[in-house]
């Protein structure tokens, strides 16, 4: 705990709470000492119940609050962001992690409504909470730490995923820019940059990835060929564990980290050097 400074006690809000990456970093973060607002979708409802009662299990004195809103709803950001606020006084961190992968298809046959749809939740819902927590940062004088969930596919070009590489490029531009006009007000803002991770996401992405190959072999037998083409991409030869990524998260929130602003933190094996 000592090395993670400036953690305990602090205001944590965490969109896509009920997701694979979203749940590690709730759990690292009240391990931390962090308060924690979790939100999601509201058909996620029963996720973020059984989150929160996870993590006052194995952490009983923490506070923990849960509150469904859709990031793509400006008026549902909005009240996440007032009611945050109204219960705890301020918001100190934002991880700004909600998002969704989409289809797999080559560009020319890629689904064009998919890609509003991924475009909406993965950029505009972004923005929207980056928005409104940045503003109620600079409302309550004490500055704070946004951090972006964009991925290696925000720095690379993956093939048959045109929206989601399109989506994280632009959380990547948008962390520059934010860093720049929040930096005087005493916010920093970074963004993460996961390459292949344990969990569901790993899961559809080499199912999709193995579909839109020429079908020469069966389906499990491209499954197989194609997890093992995307594990042999990674020097390391392995999968992220999701601890691997909210540890990074949680230091990125740290005072430890307070010279830090604008940065993307690939967490990827090495597979983008």
Known sequence: MDSRRGLKDKVALLTGAAGDIGSATATRLCSDGCIVVLTDLASKSDDLRRLRERLLESNPPARI????????EEDD??????????????????????????????????????????MKINVHGVF??????????????NGGVIVNTA????????????AYASSKHAVVGMTKSAAKDLARHGIRVCAIAPGILEGKMWDSQVKGQARCRAPAESEDEMIRSQ???????????????????????????????????????????????
Not at 65 to 72: E, G, K, N, Q, S
Not at 131 to 136: N, R
């Open 65 to 72: 609050l849960t509150i469904p809103a859709d990031v793509t």
């Open 151 to 162: 991925s290696l596919a925000g720095l690379v070009g993956p093939t048959n995923m045109v």
């Open 227 to 273: 997890a093992t083409s995307m594990l042999n991409g990674t020097p390391m030869k392995r999968l992220g564990r999701l601890d691997e990524v909210s540890s990074v998260v949680s230091f990125l929130f740290s005072d430890d980290a307070s010279y830090m602003t604008g940065t993307i933190t690939n967490i990827d094996g090495g597979r983008f050097t």
């Open 77 to 118: 950001v909005k009240k996440l962001i007032s009611q945050t606020v109204t219960k705890f006084g301020k918001i100190d961190f934002l991880f700004n992690n909600a998002g969704i992968q989409g289809p797999f298809a080559p560009t020319d046959k890629y689904p064009s409504d998919a890609f509003a749809q991924i």
């Open 128 to 141: 929207l909470c980056l928005k409104y927590a940045s503003e109620a940062m600079i409302a309550s004088g």
